[in-house]
């Protein structure tokens, strides 16, 4: 089969996660090209060359920023601009299925005869009409005013978000003669066959649509020949917030540690700038295999993406997320039944409670339990039968 697979250059992890697919579906034989905006991230990613590769342009991390802002993350010029560099490459590359990690303006196009397979992760398909029902974890006036509020009651600032940040799609959408959603979570869910991104094992309450496909895990750490050696090195604490965590927090959050006499590994990712950070209970590097690095710490802090939460509990590492968007905050939700998991939304980041949601994880958890959270998938074994789902389509 032909597969054209997308990855929506956001953030980093939404480019590593279809390019490990990618990978797996050249090794099955498949003929497959990977698309994606290399212009903010392409140098920390390696592609195989026998894995055919077109650049694809993206909004990129404006798509951090506006959310932070509390902004649309697309505009209606973005949609419009989307979909014709989404046409462009469908008509050069002609796939029989595309699969795309959040390139949402993807699953418009899949009324127009084109299977659209979008990886989703698995709690924005378990939880339907929760998805926005959270505050904004960001600090400001509106999260203030929100966390006033019973939860009940702060679900209508979700419903306002989700329903706001569906505008410019529903405008493509009515262009294109299909009936617009109205809600951001509704097209993000809208392809031909969902591929979640997680096991069965868990989300075991969860009965999936006939739509649904669970891919497992994807181990998404970068192949990259950044990674730098910590072989060497003891440390208590792996701290790691990606490319969309706060990493306007990383000196505070050093500085309470610090106190409590706790060594950090501090990975900067995509955000380098060690020499602010460098000190004696600190060490610094730019990219590491996080798992490796989870496995050999006590306690891993991250944005609470599910990326990072999936790599840190697979290592049997105890996890504190600092949420800064809505994903996170609902990937640490989905987790909320689990002692080793804690989380504190960025709006409500105070050295009080961060202390005692660190305190409490690193009194000892058994890491054979946590690992299996989060058992290994095998992503060549998890994938759908791809050239019948479009055969059945045709017929």
Avoid at 80 to 106: A, G, Q, T, V, W
Avoid at 196 to 208: N, Y
Avoid at 380 to 390: C, G, M, S
């Amino acid at each position: 089969m032909k597969f054209l697979v997308i990855g929506e250059a956001v953030t980093l992890a939404h480019i590593v996660r279809p390019l490990k697919i990618s990978q797996a579906l050249t090794e099955m034989g498949h003929d497959v090209c990977f698309a994606t905006d290399i212009r903010e991230f392409g140098k920390f990613i390696s592609i195989n060359p026998k894995l055919r590769f077109r650049p694809l342009p993206s909004i990129g991390t404006q798509f951090l920023t506006r959310t932070r802002n509390r902004q649309r993350p697309y505009s209606n010029r973005d949609i419009e601009n989307y979909l014709l560099n989404d046409r462009k490459i469908m008509d050069i590359e002609k796939p029989d299925c595309i699969i795309h990690d959040f390139r949402i303006s993807m699953n418009l196009l899949r009324g127009l005869g084109h299977y659209i397979c979008p990886i989703v992760d698995a709690y924005w398909a378990t939880v339907p009409g929760e998805v926005f029902t959270l505050p904004p974890p960001q600090p400001g006036i509106f999260a203030k005013i929100a966390y006033l509020f019973p939860a009940s009651v702060r679900g209508i600032f979700g419903c306002v978000v989700d329903h706001a940040g569906a505008g410019p799609f529903d405008r493509a959408a009515r262009s294109l003669g299909i009936r617009p959603l109205h809600r951001f979570s509704k097209y993000l869910l809208s392809g031909d066959h969902i591929l979640l991104a997680a096991s069965a094992e868990t989300f075991p309450t969860i009965r999936p649509k006939i739509n649904h496909a669970y891919l497992g895990h994807i181990e998404w750490t970068p192949d990259t020949e950044l990674n730098e050696s910590i072989a060497d090195l003891e440390y208590d604490i792996y701290l790691s917030l990606g490319s969309s965590g706060p990493a306007e927090q990383i000196p505070v959050m050093l500085k309470w540690l610090a106190e409590l006499n706790l060594r950090t590994l501090l990975c900067t990712g995509t955000k380098h700038d060690s020499g602010k950070y460098n000190s004696g209970q600190v060490y610094v590097r730019q990219f590491v295999d996080g798992k490796d690095a989870a496995q050999r710490a006590r306690v891993t802090i991250c944005n609470g993406g599910s990326p990072s939460v999936y790599q840190a509990l697979s290592a049997g590492c105890p996890v504190l997320g600092i949420t800064s968007n809505p994903d996170q905050a609902l990937c640490m939700r989905a987790f909320s039944n689990k002692e080793y998991v804690k989380s504190i939304p960025l709006a409500l980041l105070k050295q009080k409670s961060f202390i005692s949601n660190l305190t409490s994880l690193l009194n000892g958890h058994n890491r054979s339990m946590i690992k299996n959270t989060v058992p290994y998938s095998d992503i060549k074994a998890n994938l759908p039968k791809f050239d019948e789902l479009v055969k059945n389509q045709k017929h």
